[in-house]
C-alpha cells in the first residue's frame, strides 16, 4: 500500500484548495494549504514534502517561479494547475520543473489518476536520513552526497536516482 505523503496544495482560491484538497486527501495523503507563494516557502521551511500542486496564478509570485524553487532546490515533484492552457504556458511550467500539467476547470477524478501516477513514484522512503555505501553516504533529509569528505554537486533527480539505488 501507498504510504502517506506530504501534499503542499497552493492556491489562492479557497474553493479550488477544498477541491485539491478532498481529492489528495482521498488518496490517503495530507494535504498541506497555501493561499500565496509566500505561505508554501514558509511550509516547505517548516514540513518534509513530498509532492507539490501549485497554481501558476498566485497573487504575490508566479507559479512557475514557485515551481521552479520547488522541484529545483527542495527535489519535491510538482503538478502545475492553472486556467492557462496554452501551449508556451505549459511549456514554460514543464521547462521550470513541473511534473505535470493539469488545466482549470479540471475533472476531480482526472487529478486525481494523476496525483496518483506521481505519488506512485515519489516515496517516503527516501527520507530515511543517512544511506551508507562504502565511502559514498548521502543524507536523504539535507540532500546531500559525499564521497569521503567531498561533497558531491548532484541535480535534484541525480539525487533521487542516487538515493533509490542506495537504497537497493
Known amino acids: 500500500m501507498q504510504s502517506e505523503l506530504n501534499v503542499l ?3 489562492d482560491e479557497p474553493g479550488i484548495l ?6 489528495v486527501e482521498s488518496l490517503g495523503h495530507r494535504v ?7 505561505e508554501a516557502r514558509h511550509h516547505l521551511a517548516e514540513i518534509q514534502v513530498d509532492m507539490a500542486i501549485i497554481d501558476v496564478m ?4 508566479s507559479g512557475i517561479s514557485l515551481c521552479r524553487t520547488v522541484a529545483g532546490t527542495f527535489g519535491v515533484p510538482v503538478i502545475l494547475l492553472t486556467a ?9 511550467g514543464l521547462e521550470a520543473g513541473a511534473s505535470d500539467y493539469v488545466g482549470k476547470p479540471f475533472n476531480p477524478k482526472e487529478l486525481s489518476l494523476r496525483v496518483a ?3 506512485r513514484m515519489t516515496t517516503r522512503s527516501t527520507r530515511v536520513g543517512k544511506l551508507v ?4 553516504e548521502i543524507d536523504t533529509r539535507a540532500l ?8 558531491i554537486d548532484l541535480s535534484p533527480p541525480q539525487f533521487r536516482v542516487l538515493a533509490a539505488m542506495m537504497q537497493q
Not at 18 to 23: E, L, Q, S, T
Open 84 to 92: 492557462l492552457g496554452e501551449t508556451p504556458d505549459r511549456i514554460a
Open 133 to 136: 555505501f562504502k565511502e559514498l
Open 117 to 119: 501516477a506521481l505519488a
Open 58 to 61: 498566485l497573487p504575490d509570485e
Open 18 to 23: 477544498d477541491i485539491v484538497g478532498f481529492v
Open 32 to 38: 498541506i494549504t497555501a493561499a500565496s507563494a509566500e
Open 144 to 151: 546531500t552526497a559525499h564521497l569521503g569528505s567531498q561533497l
Open 9 to 11: 496544495v497552493v492556491d
